[in-house]
């Protein structure tokens, strides 16, 4: 197990068994977001991406909520007098890899940029920027408790960081639009039933459920072949049937070729968990 963190850390960090577990480290303030916190999430996320023991990442919150939005305190700050100002002074800003795809190099909607599966284990309320950070996860589990709200309609404020585009492809154009211009609270069990979440978990439950699940994709999946098929996934929006074949027949050899495919073959030839060494 790895940990670096003090209580008092905006994002508390720790790893074992192949999981780092990411956490908001806000819980009096429901894990409001300020800039403290955004720039120490990604780099946490920097750091699970090249700890190479690492092979699975869950984001979620400490305390009773996973994340409600902006701190409204900082909202409260925003010079309104010059909306340029605003829009490019909000948050802080890091330099673009032309290795990967521009859309996902904005400061909040980062998390398909990481190479590694990123699981959302969502424990409470999830609002505003907070949803935004658990639908650009990969993989979302919820606990029966929490209560989701896209809200930014309520706050006098558009929809955020590319949720418009990314809400419709996970739900459908009319469901996203019925929660996006409506702002309004719903439930986990409702989440689940339009497909925002995969897995829906009793509050006691959901840890140990998230990291079961995390572990078992950390044991017995292929490094590799992981980060091929999350990168295929976020590059499908973009794609033609054909280019999306392409894009397969390109990561093909360097997959074939790699020792963690014959270690896959062996392993399951031999009926044992496999020992990837992410070669």
Same mark, same amino acid.
Not at 148 to 173: C, D, K, M, Q
């Given at each position: ?15 074992? &068994? ?12 429901? $894990? %409001? ?8 999430? =990604? ?30 305190? =900082?909202?409260? !700050? ?21 290795? &990967? ?7 909040? $909607? ?12 969502? $424990? ?10 658990? @639908? ?14 896209? %809200? ?8 955020? *960081? ?10 459908? *154009? ?15 069990? #409702?989440?689940? =039933? ?14 140990? %459920?998230?990291?079961?699940?995390? #572990? ?9 072949? @992981?980060?091929?098929?999350?990168? !295929? ?7 033609? @049937?054909?280019?999306? $074949? @392409?894009?397969? &027949? ?30």
């Amino acid at each position: 197990m790895t940990t670096s963190h003090k209580t008092e850390d905006p994002i508390l960090y720790c790893a074992s &068994k192949g999981v780092a577990v990411v956490a908001f480290n806000r819980p009096r303030q429901r $894990n %409001a977001l300020d800039f403290e916190m955004v720039e120490a999430l =990604r780099g946490a996320m920097d750091r699970a991406s090249a700890e190479r023991e690492v092979r699975v990442v869950v984001l979620t919150g400490v305390g009773e909520s996973f994340c409600v939005g902006v701190d409204a305190s =900082r909202l409260a !700050q925003v010079d309104t007098s010059d909306p340029r100002r605003t829009s490019r002074d909000a948050w802080p800003l890091w330099p673009l890899d032309p290795a &990967k795809r521009y859309d996902f190099q904005a400061t909040h $909607n980062f998390l398909p940029a990481v190479e590694k599966p990123v699981i959302a284990m969502i $424990n409470g309320a999830v609002a505003g920027i907070g949803l935004v950070y658990a @639908l650009y996860c990969d993989i979302c589990f919820a606990s029966s408790e929490a209560v989701f709200s896209t %809200a930014f309609v309520r706050r006098g404020i558009p929809v955020e *960081h590319g949720l418009t585009w990314l809400l419709p492809r996970l739900i459908g *154009h009319a469901r996203a639009a019925e929660l996006l211009l409506s702002g309004r609270k719903f439930s986990a069990e #409702e989440a689940e =039933r339009i497909g925002l979440v995969s897995r829906v978990v009793q509050p006691a439950d959901l840890r140990q %459920a998230t990291l079961t699940y995390a #572990e078992d994709m950390a044991v017995w999946c292929a490094p590799g072949a @992981l980060r091929a098929a999350k990168r !295929q996934l976020w590059e499908a929006p973009f794609q033609t @049937l054909a280019e999306a $074949n @392409l894009m397969f &027949k390109a990561l093909l050899p360097g997959c074939l070729t790699s020792q963690d495919f014959r270690e896959a073959t062996r392993s399951f030839i031999e009926r044992r968990p496999p020992v990837f060494r992410d070669e």
